[in-house]
């Protein structure tokens, strides 16, 4: 099994972001993906915990270092059924809130958002669609995407790669550098009203 290595990010959202998409735009393109995914935001956490393809899949913010990239660690993907020892350490450690009382031993993914996520008023779901370009600058991975959270329109540029220095190294070269670093978790509370 291949070693996990953290990724920074450096990511912004707006509707336009002039000569650096241009600069952007100018480097040959890679994959291109649409996807579909529902994730479920705490009040009392920024961790980001999305459901594609019928996984849970979860990355938990290690550490913000002095220029503001934030890294990122995968820190849990379980398919469903699930069961409720798994739900108790997604609510306790991803979450930060107290579980409800499990009735079931196992839950499916209708019964999990149904029973157990659409009745709390410290979470929310969000219906979450991307269409994402991506490019490779300077080894690093930068995506231009169309987002739409809760069917509200975003756009958003990425920059992401294991080394920090050559991250921001990249930000500053395309210009982004004046750009609010936000990640998804920030722009999606924003974008539903949960601040």
């Known amino acids: 099994m291949s070693k996990i290595i953290p990724r920074w990010e450096w990511r912004t959202f707006g509707q336009a972001f002039g000569q650096s998409e241009e600069k952007i735009k100018q480097h040959k393109e ?11 935001l705490s009040k009392m956490s920024c ?64 019964q999990f958002l149904e029973e157990l996520i659409a009745p709390c008023d410290m979470l929310c779901i969000v219906d979450v669609y991307k269409e994402r370009q991506a490019y490779e600058i300077n080894n690093a991975t930068v995506e231009i995407a169309e987002t739409k959270f809760n069917n509200v329109p975003m756009r958003t540029v990425c920059v992401e790669h294991a080394d920090p220095e050559n991250v921001i ?19 999606m509370k924003t974008a539903v009203g949960m601040g």
């Open 30 to 40: 890679g994959g291109f993906k649409k996807s579909e995914e529902k994730y479920i």
């Open 47 to 110: 961790e980001n915990v999305k459901i594609r393809n019928d996984l849970i899949d979860i990355k938990s913010l290690q550490q913000i270092n002095s220029d503001k990239l934030e890294q990122w660690y995968p820190a849990m993907k379980e398919s469903f059924p699930i069961s409720k020892d798994k739900l108790e350490v997604l609510y306790r450690e991803y979450f930060k809130v107290a579980a409800p009382e499990f009735k079931r031993d196992v839950y499916t993914y209708e």
């Open 169 to 187: 190294a990249t930000v500053r070269e395309l210009g982004l550098a004046g750009f609010e670093n936000i990640n998804y978790i920030n722009a």
